[in-house]
């Protein structure tokens, strides 16, 4: 299984989006993705309360940790790769985090519009 191109949605390279914890579909700290990621964890969000609450009511649980499968749970100030269909959904709700744009996938796309993403960027990570 190999990961796709890595690039950003600003067509640059794939920037690390957050080891610790260590995210990704391959759990390698970068919002790759391949065929076989079908939830699309393309998107590189910096966690909040907020969102992380919404997630939960919605039905995935991110802030409670999941030893038996190596998941420690998320907190506020945690950079994930979020998938980009729940990423969409939280923005059509008001309350999506913000997303390192040089660390989100360019097959974030497929599902999200860069308009979207550029609204909810992080200052300084639209290189």
């Not at 299984?1 to 990704?24: A, H, K, Q, R, Y």
């Not at 579909?25 to 079908?38: E, K, L, M, Y």
């Not at 393309?42 to 999941?66: H, I, Q, W």
């Not at 959904?89 to 040089?102: D, F, H, K, T, W």
Request: glycine letters at 10%; hydrophobic letters at 40%.
């Amino acid at each position: 299984m190999e990961p796709d191109p890595s690039f950003n949605v600003t067509g640059g390279p794939l920037d690390i989006c957050g080891t610790d914890p260590v995210t990704g579909f391959f759990r390698d700290g970068s919002c790759n993705t391949c065929a076989a990621d079908q939830g699309s964890h393309t998107v590189c969000a910096l966690m909040t309360a907020e969102f992380l609450a919404f997630s939960k009511y919605v039905g995935n649980d991110l802030s409670t940790p999941r030893p038996e499968y190596g998941f420690v749970g998320l907190n506020p100030g945690d950079a994930w790769c979020l998938c980009a269909g729940r990423f969409a959904q939280a923005a059509e709700e008001g309350c999506a985090p913000q997303v390192n744009l040089a660390a989100t996938h360019v097959r974030a796309l497929e599902v999200v519009s860069l308009e979207v993403l550029m609204a909810h960027a992080l200052p300084g990570t639209d290189t």
